[in-house]
């Protein structure tokens, strides 16, 4: 058989899938499990992750039919240090909570893989302290994750 005839799935085309699975996924549970709309009070709970989820259906189904036409990529050192970085702020997030994770995980990035100053990377992480403290912990009062450590250290 020739090999131009002969096609294979890549990770080009394994990841859209994922997405797609997914996505669909999202959309029957914020339709069927949350609800989506109430004729006389109008969004449920599921209003909001129904509509990206299809957003994620779309983007996904189009990054398919995209990808038959990509050349396929080279996976280089430089392609892994977001991936393993998200992966060490999860494995963080379970030892010392997902808000000291976050703070070491901007500090690291804009200092050690951006190259910013220390004028710049402390006055961007103020920002985001501020923003995150202020708006999702004093306002709206998100539980973040503790971690290990501090669930031991609050009790």
Not at 137 to 143: C, F
Request: glycine residues 8%; contains cysteine.
């Amino acid at each position: 058989m020739n090999a131009e005839k002969k096609r294979r799935i890549t990770i080009m085309q394994v990841i859209p899938i994922v997405g797609i699975i997914m996505s669909a996924a999202f959309v029957y549970l914020g339709v069927y499990k949350y609800g989506f709309w109430d004729e006389f009070k109008g969004p449920k709970p599921g209003f909001f992750p129904t509509l990206i989820a299809l957003l994620m259906l779309g983007s996904s189904v189009l990054a398919l039919i995209l990808s038959f036409k990509e050349k396929a990529p080279t996976w280089t050192l430089e392609h892994w240090i977001l991936p393993l970085s998200v992966l060490a702020l999860l494995g963080t997030t379970f030892i010392i909570g997902l808000l000291p994770s976050l703070a070491l995980f901007v500090l690291l990035w804009l200092r050690v893989f951006e190259k910013c100053s220390w004028k710049t990377t402390l006055t961007v992480f103020a920002v985001i302290a501020f923003i995150v403290v202020g708006a999702f912990v004093l306002w709206l009062g998100v539980p973040f994750p503790k971690g290990i450590i501090l669930t031991m250290l609050s009790n």
